[in-house]
T-cell receptor, first 116, second 110 residues
Framework: KAGVTQTPRYLIKTRGQQVTLSCSPI?????VSWYQQTPGQGLQFLFE???????NKGNFPGRFSGRQFSNSRSEMNVSTLELGDSALYLC???????????????FGPGTRLLVL | AQSVTQPDIHITVSEGASLELRCNYS??????LFWYVQSPGQGLQLLLK??????LVQGIKGFEAEFKRSQSSFNLRKPSVHWSDAAEYFC????????FGTGTRLTIIP
């Protein structure tokens, strides 16, 4: 079974631009979560999508948004990029049962975003 | 609020030596604990997880971890490290929204 895939793998943008990152989950997985990894802040949870709805959200500004499609693929968008948005953005997928269940998240290779 | 502490930022061990990476957590109820490994430029690979039951869990690549509720710890161990184990290791807690520790970078000396 193919793992989580993320595109593009590398991206360079300038301040003020916007960017869209894509994540395809493992086949059969319905939940997709996004994380930001930076040297200063470490790994931080952005949000989780399940059945095309945002189910959990971290403490990030509204410039960070996402969506999920009917095939469970997800996109993350960052508008008005700032230098501090330079990071590795990781996507993780899981089966996505009820909100009360515990699940294992499987991570993709990440998209490395550099903001100049 | 849930939190994870990995007190060791960087550990260096000789190839063939034993390894223990420390992880302490804070969680409101029964903790759901994970160890992930990240090689340079890569995503996170799951090593093992603890949800309930036996407090000693076995993972991939010869790793194991022991859950100790009284110490709020979930330390990762390996009896004999290989050069390919050099990477960064993250402990995490959570059911849906994972909270990660700051990571421990492992260097292996030949």
């Amino acid at each position: 079974k193919a793992g989580v895939t993320q595109t593009p793998r590398y991206l360079i943008k300038t301040r003020g631009q916007q960017v869209t990152l894509s994540c395809s989950p493992i086949s059969g997985h319905r939940s997709v979560s996004w994380y930001q990894q930076t040297p200063g802040q470490g790994l931080q949870f952005l949000f989780e999508y399940f059945s095309e709805t945002q189910r959990n959200k971290g403490n990030f500004p509204g410039r960070f948004s996402g969506r999920q499609f009917s095939n469970s693929r997800s996109e993350m968008n960052v508008s008005t990029l700032e230098l501090g948005d330079s990071a590795l953005y990781l996507c993780a997928s899981s089966l996505g049962y009820t909100s009360g269940s515990i699940e294992t998240q499987y991570f993709g290779p990440g998209t490395r975003l550099l903001v100049l | 609020a849930q939190s994870v502490t990995q007190p060791d930022i960087h550990i260096t061990v000789s190839e063939g030596a034993s390894l223990e990476l420390r992880c302490n957590y804070s969680y409101g109820a029964t903790p759901y604990l994970f160890w992930y490994v990240q090689s340079p430029g890569q995503g996170l690979q799951l090593l093992l997880k603890y949800f309930s039951g036996d407090t000693l869990v076995q993972g991939i690549k010869g790793f194991e971890a022991e859950f100790k509720r009284s110490q709020s710890s979930f330390n990762l161990r390996k009896p004999s490290v290989h050069w390919s184990d050099a990477a960064e290791y993250f402990c995490a807690v959570g059911a849906k929204k994972l909270t990660f520790g700051t990571g421990t970078r492992l260097t292996i000396i030949p």
